[in-house]
Protein backbone atom coordinates (compact mmCIF):
# COMPACT_ATOMS: atom_id res chain seq x y z
CA UNK A 1 0.00 0.00 0.00
CA UNK A 2 1.45 3.26 -1.08
CA UNK A 3 0.60 6.55 0.99
CA UNK A 4 -0.96 9.27 -0.72
CA UNK A 5 -0.99 13.29 0.69
CA UNK A 6 -3.98 15.60 0.64
CA UNK A 7 -4.17 19.28 1.14
CA UNK A 8 -6.22 22.16 0.75
CA UNK A 9 -8.52 21.12 3.60
CA UNK A 10 -10.04 24.35 5.51
CA UNK A 11 -13.18 26.36 7.25
CA UNK A 12 -15.58 28.68 4.72
CA UNK A 13 -18.93 29.63 4.93
CA UNK A 14 -21.48 28.45 2.46
CA UNK A 15 -21.36 28.74 -0.74
CA UNK A 16 -17.61 29.88 -0.54
CA UNK A 17 -14.72 27.27 -2.18
CA UNK A 18 -11.74 25.44 -1.79
CA UNK A 19 -9.60 23.10 -3.72
CA UNK A 20 -8.15 19.70 -2.83
CA UNK A 21 -5.12 18.21 -4.02
CA UNK A 22 -3.74 14.69 -3.80
CA UNK A 23 -0.14 13.70 -4.43
CA UNK A 24 2.16 10.82 -3.58
CA UNK A 25 5.81 10.96 -2.56
CA UNK A 26 6.94 7.01 -3.82
CA UNK A 27 5.04 7.29 -7.18
CA UNK A 28 3.65 9.39 -9.37
CA UNK A 29 -0.33 9.81 -9.77
CA UNK A 30 -0.30 10.39 -13.55
CA UNK A 31 -0.22 6.15 -13.95
CA UNK A 32 -2.96 5.77 -11.37
CA UNK A 33 -6.74 5.84 -11.48
CA UNK A 34 -7.58 8.49 -8.38
CA UNK A 35 -10.68 9.13 -6.44
CA UNK A 36 -11.69 11.40 -3.73
CA UNK A 37 -13.45 10.17 -1.00
CA UNK A 38 -15.35 12.01 2.25
CA UNK A 39 -16.46 10.64 5.30
CA UNK A 40 -18.68 12.55 7.50
CA UNK A 41 -19.16 12.32 11.47
CA UNK A 42 -21.75 9.41 12.29
CA UNK A 43 -21.52 8.76 8.77
CA UNK A 44 -20.52 5.80 6.13
CA UNK A 45 -16.83 6.71 3.65
CA UNK A 46 -18.57 7.58 0.35
CA UNK A 47 -17.12 8.07 -3.02
CA UNK A 48 -17.63 11.90 -4.24
CA UNK A 49 -15.41 11.91 -7.56
CA UNK A 50 -13.03 9.67 -9.87
CA UNK A 51 -10.79 10.27 -12.23
CA UNK A 52 -9.01 7.68 -14.75
CA UNK A 53 -5.37 7.52 -15.99
CA UNK A 54 -4.67 9.59 -18.37
CA UNK A 55 -7.69 11.48 -17.46
CA UNK A 56 -10.18 10.44 -20.08
CA UNK A 57 -13.06 9.86 -17.68
CA UNK A 58 -14.82 11.54 -14.66
CA UNK A 59 -17.31 10.39 -12.60
CA UNK A 60 -19.46 12.41 -9.34
CA UNK A 61 -21.53 11.68 -6.65
CA UNK A 62 -25.31 13.12 -7.63
CA UNK A 63 -24.93 15.65 -4.70
CA UNK A 64 -21.36 17.06 -5.80
CA UNK A 65 -22.10 17.49 -9.46
CA UNK A 66 -22.26 20.87 -11.13
CA UNK A 67 -20.50 21.88 -7.84
CA UNK A 68 -16.83 20.09 -7.79
CA UNK A 69 -14.83 19.23 -10.92
CA UNK A 70 -11.72 16.61 -10.50
CA UNK A 71 -8.53 17.13 -12.78
CA UNK A 72 -4.98 16.06 -12.96
CA UNK A 73 -1.96 18.51 -12.57
CA UNK A 74 0.58 15.83 -14.63
CA UNK A 75 3.49 18.68 -14.21
CA UNK A 76 3.37 18.38 -10.62
CA UNK A 77 2.17 14.32 -10.77
CA UNK A 78 -1.25 15.58 -8.64
CA UNK A 79 -4.88 15.36 -8.59
CA UNK A 80 -7.08 18.20 -7.60
CA UNK A 81 -10.58 18.72 -6.29
CA UNK A 82 -12.07 22.18 -6.73
CA UNK A 83 -15.07 22.78 -4.62
CA UNK A 84 -17.66 25.45 -5.29
CA UNK A 85 -20.62 26.70 -3.80
CA UNK A 86 -20.12 24.41 -1.03
CA UNK A 87 -22.52 23.48 1.82
CA UNK A 88 -22.77 22.74 5.11
CA UNK A 89 -23.59 19.07 3.92
CA UNK A 90 -20.33 18.58 2.05
CA UNK A 91 -18.53 18.88 6.04
CA UNK A 92 -16.35 15.85 6.05
CA UNK A 93 -13.23 14.67 6.49
CA UNK A 94 -12.12 13.96 2.54
CA UNK A 95 -9.61 11.29 1.42
CA UNK A 96 -7.87 10.86 -1.39
CA UNK A 97 -7.52 7.67 -3.55
CA UNK A 98 -5.71 5.74 -5.41
CA UNK A 99 -5.51 2.42 -7.98
CA UNK A 100 -2.95 1.04 -10.33
CA UNK A 101 -6.20 -1.46 -11.82
CA UNK A 102 -6.65 -0.59 -15.49
CA UNK A 103 -10.11 0.77 -15.61
CA UNK A 104 -12.75 -1.05 -17.44
CA UNK A 105 -17.04 0.42 -17.53
CA UNK A 106 -18.16 3.65 -16.86
CA UNK A 107 -17.95 4.41 -13.31
CA UNK A 108 -14.84 4.61 -11.89
CA UNK A 109 -15.93 5.68 -8.29
CA UNK A 110 -16.64 1.37 -7.83
CA UNK A 111 -12.66 0.84 -8.80
CA UNK A 112 -10.85 -1.25 -5.81
CA UNK A 113 -8.63 1.76 -4.24
CA UNK A 114 -6.00 0.32 -2.28
CA UNK A 115 -3.60 3.38 -1.74
CA UNK A 116 -5.03 6.30 0.86
CA UNK A 117 -4.09 9.22 2.42
CA UNK A 118 -4.41 10.46 5.71
CA UNK A 119 -7.60 12.77 4.72
CA UNK A 120 -8.31 16.32 5.05
CA UNK A 121 -10.89 18.24 7.08
CA UNK A 122 -13.53 20.53 5.50
CA UNK A 123 -15.88 22.57 7.19
CA UNK A 124 -18.82 24.57 5.90
CA UNK A 125 -20.16 26.53 8.22
CA UNK A 126 -21.99 30.29 8.80
Known amino acids: QLQLVESGGGSVQPGGSLKLSCTASEFTLNAHNVAWFRQAPGQEREAVSCITSPGTRTNYVDSVKGRFAISRDIINHAVNLQMNNLKPEDTAVYYC???????????????????WGQGTRVTVSS
Open 97 to 115: ASTSVEFFGTNCLVLPYTN
